[in-house]
């Protein structure tokens, strides 16, 4: 018991290590900041939002930035800052659970793959070759317009799509531990293959395995709203950056505030999630930068 | 007067600390090195010897720089020069050669042109001078045909080549000094003798003047003249070589001489307590300090000096050099001599074991059967008795590994089966063999970094046999942790510590920890003492042999070392090319009658001894394969008696002294020849 109690506090401090390091740095520290406010605000912001999003009112359509509006309205009269703050809610849930399940589907198959070997590994990769090769937004739109565009949808299907490179990362990362003695050592003392992969390899590849899966997120972030921009992603009335894009881009070139803002918010959420993760990286003594992770 | 062709004065090289302290690798470093000298550079890893060296040609590694001192070639000091004008220094003037040849020679390149490049650097020679040139570099390293040669490719030649053809493009600039860091690590014992008598010639016919850096006070012995000892970034010790090994008058080097095993004295060494300081953490007193058994509270509070001594001509770093110049007149080393309680039964056996490593074709695949005419290792028939240490020997290629891998179930036999107890046959899967088997047969590996999980605590690392052959958790688990590491004099702090934290000797005994945690019979020790240093190597060899009289466990000792083999083993078993050429006890093996690759092994050890010269017999060839039929030496056997040879298997034939040997020879005749020169 106590055993576990201890390990317990490693772990804590591990983490704690690990975010004292990332923010020793200026890029990981702000990325950290951005991040956090996000995360913060998507979680808070429905408490203090000034008005509803959903309200429309023709009369105010397209009011430039004021005191009373401080993003402006858009070309429904909808208040642009109340979107735009609720906006990143359902892009930051759909994609941190969709790189939560690709990290596991991804990561598992990688490791199993890269133990196992031989044909089954040949079969499985070929196969992840041919997903790889097919655009996926193509494939997403079919899957979308089949099963719908409910979160229960996208989750899994984004899920899916981006863990075909996690696999690779994980498999890689597998062989690079494989050849080591304490596996073959691990394996002349009879331990079983899920022994092997749980306590021997998993430490040893957790961690590329995680810094790509932060990589994944920011993709997946930027995949999301393509698809909300085309119409296949959150639907309206739902506050959401892509889409609130796509509404306002004809108004561009006399409405600029109603496509900045959103823009401004997505870019941002990417810029932090990037930053931290390669800060996450670098904590972990994974060099970005000198190896490639496929 | 000799000219002096390079000199040092207080070189201190360092870094910077996370905390922004300065940390020196190199502590005042003052010496020079003579025209036509070969000098010495011998400490353990970590000692700054590499650093040393690469100063010597001006460069210093990325990280480190330098805070004080200069090195003065040719009037300029190296370490303030640009690198343009470094240039023009670094291949012509001064030549380095690496450690691994292999690496540093480009794969896609011919030899030739690799050289050639060489030259078209460091001369200005025209083609068809440079031509010559290559020819005559390739002669001058000792290379058959120079002209096909120069046509291959790095690698078409063996690791020894390789090793001269580096020495050669190093000599295309015809350079007034050669550094040599580590260049025949790792090389096979034969392989090594030739290339360093191979230096030996190059430093006698050309006058230049040699750095070599080594570990290995073996190799430094043949070569130098004198000798630098370093320790944690000081030299302690600097003089010439016979005065440096016969009268070792600083503490570390006395320890180091005598914790080497030496043929020439057989049984356990001396090991040494301790390891090396980390850099920085020496703030007053000697760094030796910790380790040293003369010291007293002078030596905790003070550091000494680098003092020269008259009389031995040598300059030592130590305030009780006097006392140790007395004790290394009088006292005669002594070793602890092994006497191992073997019982008579026996508990393993290897009858007619074939191995093959070559790829099977489809349908024998389906059938699981191995069609190999010319396996890896083939017939090899031991038997080893329960309680005895039996000891693999042979160069790399000899198929020692892999007969051990095999035994342990991590690779198929192709013939042959093995035997546990007599009438437990060990499966060739090792899923199907039973727990109690998998429990009585442990390995330990040559290098603990790669035999230890980084991710893993001690703890973690010692209870996984525990918990799978023992079931144990909890309060249970932990004591038994402790008891165990108890047992390889490891406290009870280690628990929490990774492998990372730990040193070299530390890490190998939680190695030990974890094959003794499964209370096995039999412990197959793969290499190791090969990737530690000499001053720790001796510590293991003893706790090993500790371990084994408390416990009576059985083991298969591989090394490529005879010295290391001779100081720990009952019984020796001599392979070359998979096939066992001599088995017998130990103590006769070293002795002759015995089979000519055990003579030839036995003539290329390097003794920690400049007058004890390794004795060159046979031809510096490396086969790839072993011959389809006759006598798996023919191809590099000194005494070849012809077509026999190649046409029949060889006889066993027991000698007197009771060893066997594989060889169509007579005993008698053997015992001739080889007492007879």
Known sequence: MSNKKEKQKNIFEKIYEVIKTMASKPSGLIGLIILTFHVILAITSPLYVPYDYKAIDPSLMLTPPSSEFWFGTDSLGRDVFTRTILGGRTALTVTFFGSLIALLWGGSLGIFCGLVGGKIDDVVMRIIDAFLSIPWILAMLLIVSLLGTTTLVLIPALGFFYGKGIVRVARAATHDVIAKDFIVSARARGHSNMSIIWNEILPNVRDAIMVEGAMRWSWMLLGFSSLSFLGFGVSPPTPDWGLMISNARGLMSFAYWAVLAPIFGLSSLIIGINLTADAFAKALGIDRSTKAPV | ?677
């Open chain 2, 1 to 677: 007067m000799k000219t002096t062709v390079q000199k040092i004065n207080n070189l201190t090289i360092g870094f910077q600390s996370q905390k922004g302290e300065q940390i020196s690798i190199l502590k005042n470093i003052s010496t020079s090195i003579n025209q036509g000298e070969t000098v010495g550079i011998v400490g353990e890893s970590g000692s700054g010897k590499s650093t040393l060296a690469l100063a010597m040609m001006g460069y210093v590694k990325h990280g480190l720089f330098t805070i004080s001192g200069e090195c003065i070639f040719h009037s300029n000091n190296l370490l303030e020069m640009k690198n343009k004008e470094l240039e023009n220094i670094r291949g012509r003037k001064i030549a380095m050669i690496p450690q691994n040849a292999g690496q540093s020679l480009t794969p896609n390149l011919k030899i030739g042109y690799q050289i050639d490049e060489a030259l078209k650097l460091h001369t200005d020679l025209k083609q068809t001078e440079r031509d010559e040139k290559i020819s005559e570099l390739l002669n001058k390293v000792r290379l058959p045909s120079p002209e096909t040669m120069a046509q291959r490719y790095p690698h078409e030649l063996s690791g020894g080549q390789q090793q001269r053809v580096a020495v050669a493009m190093a000599l295309a600039g015809s350079p007034e000094i050669l550094l040599l860091d580590e260049p025949t690590t790792g090389l096979d014992v034969t392989t090594q003798a030739h290339v360093l008598e191979l230096l030996n010639l190059i430093a006698k016919d050309s006058g230049t003047s040699m750095v070599y850096v080594s570990h290995d006070l073996g190799a430094i012995a043949q070569v130098s003249d004198r000798v630098i000892v370093m320790y944690s970034g000081e030299i302690v010790l600097d003089g010439p070589v016979r005065s440096i090994l016969k009268n070792p008058i600083h503490p570390y080097t006395f320890g180091l001489l005598k914790s080497i095993p030496k043929l020439s004295l057989p049984g356990l060494p001396n090991s040494m307590s301790g390891s090396q300081p980390q850099p920085g953490s020496i703030k007053k007193g000697c760094s030796f300090y910790e380790r040293c058994e003369f010291a007293d509270d002078d030596c905790k509070v003070n550091s000494p000096s680098l003092e020269f001594i008259k009389d031995l001509n040598t300059s030592v770093r130590c305030f009780k050099h006097n006392e140790l110049l007395n004790l290394t007149k009088i006292e005669s080393q002594n070793v602890k001599s092994i006497e191992n309680k073997v019982l008579k039964n026996e508990i393993l056996d290897l009858s007619s074991v074939s191995i093959s490593y070559a790829k099977q074709k489809f349908l024998d695949q389906l059938l699981n059967k191995i069609n190999d005419t010319n396996p890896t290792v083939k017939d090899i028939n031991i038997n080893i008795n329960k309680g005895e240490t039996l000891a693999l020997v042979g160069e790399s290629g000899s198929g020692k590994s892999t007969i051990l891998k095999s035994i342990a179930g991590l690779l198929k036999t192709k013939d042959g089966n093995i035997k546990f107890e007599k009438d437990k046959t060990l499966s060739n899967d090792l899923r199907q063999r039973d727990p109690s088997l998998l429990r009585a047969i442990q390995l330990i590996f040559q290098n603990p970094d790669e035999s230890l999980n980084p991710n893993h605590t001690v703890e973690e690392i010692v209870s996984q046999p525990l918990r799978l052959y023992f079931g144990l958790k909890g309060k249970e688990l932990k004591d038994k942790i402790i008891e165990v590491l108890d047992k390889v004099r490891l406290g009870e702090f280690y628990l929490t510590r990774y492998p990372r934290q730990l040193s070299g000797g530390e890490k190998q005994r939680v190695a030990v920890a974890r094959a003794f945690a499964a209370k096995p019979d039999i412990i197959l020790c793969d290499e190791v003492t090969s990737a530690l240093d000499v001053s720790v190597q001796a510590a293991v060899l003893n706790l090993l042999q500790e371990l084994k009289e408390d416990f009576g466990t059985t083991y298969i000792f591989v090394s490529h070392d005879l010295a290391v083999v001779r100081a720990i083993s009952d019984r020796v078993a001599v392979l070359y090319q998979g096939r066992l050429c001599e088995i017998g006890p130990s103590n006769n093996v070293y002795k002759f009658p015995s089979h000519p690759y055990t003579e030839v092994l036995l003539g290329a050890v390097l003794e920690p001894d400049p007058d004890i010269k390794p004795k060159l017999v046979a031809e510096d060839i490396v086969e790839e394969k072993p011959p389809e039929n006759g006598c798996s030496f023919q191809g590099r056997c000194p005494r070849i008696l012809g077509d026999i040879c190649k046409n029949e298997v060889p006889p066993w034939q027991t000698s007197e002294n009771g060893n066997s040997i594989r060889c169509h020879i007579k005993i008698e005749d053997l015992k001739n020849q080889q007492t007879s020169n």
